[in-house]
Structure formats: structure tokens, C-alpha cells
């Protein structure tokens, strides 16, 4: 191997030293010891996503039979195991290290290994690397099933593994580690704004039988108003009238739309593609302006989007015109989506061959409204709840990507 070879893309500060290459089996032993007595009755799992785990966790309840848990190897805390079973995130199938503190029980169908003079962390990111796959696609065999990956023992252990002095070794360990505990403090403040706002999409609409919902802003005491959708707003679908055919002749329009993300305060907006609509297709789009509601026809589609800009929609979408002024936009968008009102669409088209939703399902929906400025209070909540939730993506995002680079090129 070239000298350049044995040294990391990225490394700290005072390390300039080539990396080592080794072989697994030099700092590893293959674990043997079977579970004679049932010393333990704990059977663990090691899986892709979660890593080592309680089987009855992963599983809800146990595989493994009692009377076969003798055959077991015992898997004591910091040792390392190898899965045959491929996934998409495990191409040829995964190691991880027992991180639960204390000791179990796994199938023979694993390979156990107990690792010295490495540094745990270290090597256990290494694993999360796919340093190591080339050398697995190159050595392994054709197995009988498609979602097992095969290599004997002896094999694997001449695996190749470049590696620091210890020193290194445990910066790098600690550096990914506290990585990870950051994602997972991000994931956690992710989840629980959308529990949040799951809740209050639940608490602040009314729900059947009531007209008042559980939780409001201070001021409003005023039972919402009850009325069927389509007596308050125009709802179309595209396909008619046909848009004029400025749409497809100027190169500035006649263009479909995507979503583009929440615009401060205004909710959802979408904006154009690059792909024209063709002359063909007129006949089944609609002209909207700015202030429109488009909603997807499927039965999922969640919130609207409001109309920025301009332009025409296809046949997948109902045009949502407030033709009366009684909503606020952002809140419209919301109301549209709660649980109650999926309901009611799926249950009026329940037993019909209606699949999607169209204007007269949406038109004969009920709903239940509060006074216009209660409106807005509550659209601006859920939209900046949002606005918040997207930060936290995003943060998260950028995280992971961090973590992917410093896997591709903190390690040999």
C-alpha cells in the first residue's frame, strides 16, 4: 500500500504519523464460549439500525427457545459482532459492539469477536465506515439465500484494518462519539416538536360533538362556527376552463409547480418548474392567481399550498378560491389537513370508487371556524411550530452530513 494510502483525508491537530495496516485477527479473537448452564437466558441482536440489542426489545418478544440457548456464544460487554444478514444500509451485513454493560447470549449464525489494544470507540466507527466492504465483496462467497452474506472464518479475520497510534485512536473515538450524542440530542428536540404539534392540532380544532376546542388563545371564548366548506369557498378542478395560451408561449410561464418551502408568515408556497406544460396537455390545467389554495387530490396529501405567484395547475390538484374573505389563508391550510377532516374525506368516499378527493367530496365536508382574528392567531402559531421543526431538520441534516464526511475521511 502507497504511503499516502495510510493517512486520513481529515486528521487533529499534532498527528502526522502513517497509519498501521493490521489484520483483524491480530487484535481480535474469535469468541467461542458457548452458554453451557444457561449462565445467561438474555438473547441478543444485533441489528443495522439499532446495533446490539435485547431480542425481546427488537423483536417484542423472544426468538430464540430456551433449550436451544446452551449452542449460544456468551457476548460479554465491548465485544463485537458480526451479522451476515445484508441490508441497504448494511450492504454486507453489519458490526457493532455491545454497548449494553453487561452480558448475553447470541446465535452461532454470528461472529463474536473479542478485540485488545484498540481503542473500542475507535474501532466501532471504523465498522460504520465501508473501509472495509471492498475486502468483504472480494473475499466472500456466493451463500445459498440472497440475503445472507457468506465468508468463512478464517477469511475474515485476515481482513485488513488501518489504524493510529492510541492516541489518535481515542481522539477520533471521542470526536464521533460526542457527533452522535449531538444527533441524537437533535433527533429528540425534532420528535418532540412534532409530538407537539401533532397534539395541538389535536386540541385546538374542536373535535366531534363540540364546537369549542380544548386549548385557545387568551381572549377567545366564542363557540366556532359550523358550516359545510363548499358554501364559503369555490373549489375547481383543472381541466376547465382552458388557461389562456400566454401559459405556454411565453418562456417566463406555463409552467408546473413544486413546493419550495415555508415563507415566513405566509405558509407553504410553491413555485415553477423548469418543465412546460405541452400544448396537449392545456385541456387539463387551470389558470389560479396569487391568494389561491391548491390542494393534491390524494387522499394523504396533508396541508394546501398558497399561490405566490401567478400560472396554471394541472388535474391532480383543486383550486381553493375564498371567494367570501371568511378565512385567513394560513390557518385554512391547517384546517384542511387536521385528522378530523381526513376523516370525514375518507369516510365519504368509504364504499364508492371515488380514490382521490374532488370537489364535491372536498365541497360537503364540514367544518368548524372561529371568528377571523382567532384564525390568524392560530395560523401564525402552527406556521412559526413549523417554521421551527424545519430549523430542526435542518440542523439534523447537517449533522448527518457532517458525521457521513467525517466517516469518508477520518478513517483508512
Known sequence: MPENAKKPQIRFK???DAWEQRKLGEIANKVLDKNIGLQYVETLTNSAEYG????????????????????????????FVYNPRISTTAPVGPINRNKLGRSGVMSPLYTVFRVENVDFTFLEYFFKTNCWHAFMNYNGDSGARSDRFSIKDNIFFEMPIVIPRIEEQIKIGKY?????????????????????????????????????????????????????FGESVLIERGGSPRPIDEYITDDSRGLNW????????QGNYITKTA???????????????PGDLILSNSMSFGRPYIMAIEGCIHDGWLLIRNIRDEFDLIFLCYLLGIPQMIKQYKSMAAGSTVNNLNKELVGNTIVKIPPK??????????????????????????????????LEKMFV
Not at 52 to 79: C, P
Not at 275 to 289: D, F, M, P
Open 14 to 16: 499534532g498527528f502526522t
Open 52 to 79: 446490539i440489542i435485547s431480542q425481546r426489545e427488537f423483536f417484542d418478544h423472544n426468538i430464540s427457545k430456551i433449550e436451544s440457548l446452551e449452542g449460544y456464544y456468551i457476548v460479554q460487554n465491548n465485544d
Open 176 to 228: 464521533m462519539l460526542k457527533l452522535d450524542n449531538l444527533i441524537t440530542l437533535h433527533q429528540r428536540k425534532l420528535d418532540k416538536l412534532k409530538n407537539i404539534k401533532k397534539s395541538m392540532l389535536e386540541k385546538m380544532f374542536p373535535k366531534n360533538g363540540s364546537n369549542i376546542p380544548e386549548i385557545r388563545f387568551t381572549g377567545f371564548t366564542d363557540a366556532w362556527e359550523q358550516r359545510k
Open 258 to 265: 413544486i413546493k419550495i418551502g415555508d415563507a415566513p408568515e
Open 275 to 289: 418543465e412546460k406544460i405541452k400544448t396537449t396537455g392545456l385541456s387539463k390545467t387551470r389558470q389560479v392567481v
Open 373 to 406: 382574528d382567532e384564525q390568524i392567531h392560530l395560523g401564525k402559531f402552527f406556521n412559526n411550530l413549523d417554521n421551527l421543526i424545519t430549523l430542526h431538520q435542518r440542523k439534523l441534516e447537517k449533522l448527518q452530513n457532517i458525521k457521513k464526511a467525517c
